[in-house]
């Protein structure tokens, strides 16, 4: 049996659920927006006890992946998640648990074949295509600017 490109497409659209974007969308902001504040709050307190503006960015930065880090680790990240949707895709925090689940999932294989091997799936490519593209846009930049 041979299905046309127009029959696979209905077929998929009667298979998937209908997105209540009037309960996903408040959700997705008010939660990236609760992840953005928590963050300018935990850089106000490192500058509230001296630390230089440059200096609470970076510790802020590190406590965000390690706070996220922990939350996947005990499955509150996910519950989180299921509720607020793409709002929790925030940069930092996203990418930590994109690198933590795997890894996770996987530790059941060992530490060297499960962890070690899958703890940058997701994420590994990413920071390849990421690495590689600041590499050319710096090249870019450094024949332009000549």
């Given amino acids: 049996m041979k299905i046309t490109q127009k029959q696979y497409s209905e077929m998929v659209k009667k298979a998937s659920p209908n997105t209540k974007y009037y309960k996903t969308l ?8 609760s992840i953005c504040a928590l963050g300018q709050g935990i850089t106000k307190i490192f500058e509230y006890y001296g630390f230089t503006k440059l200096q609470s960015s970076a510790w802020t930065t590190v406590s965000l992946i390690i706070l996220s880090a922990l939350l996947t680790g005990l499955g509150v990240y996910q519950r989180i998640a299921k509720h607020a949707g793409a709002g929790t895709l925030v940069p930092i925090t996203g990418f930590a648990n994109a690198v933590v689940s795997p890894a996770i999932e996987s530790k059941t294989e060992g530490f060297v074949l499960g962890v070690g091997a899958k703890i940058f799936t997701i994420a590994g490519p990413v920071i390849l295509y990421g690495v590689a593209a600041s590499v050319l846009y710096g090249l870019i930049y450094y024949f332009i600017s000549r």
């Fill in 26 to 33: 408040p959700l997705a902001f008010i939660a990236g927006g």
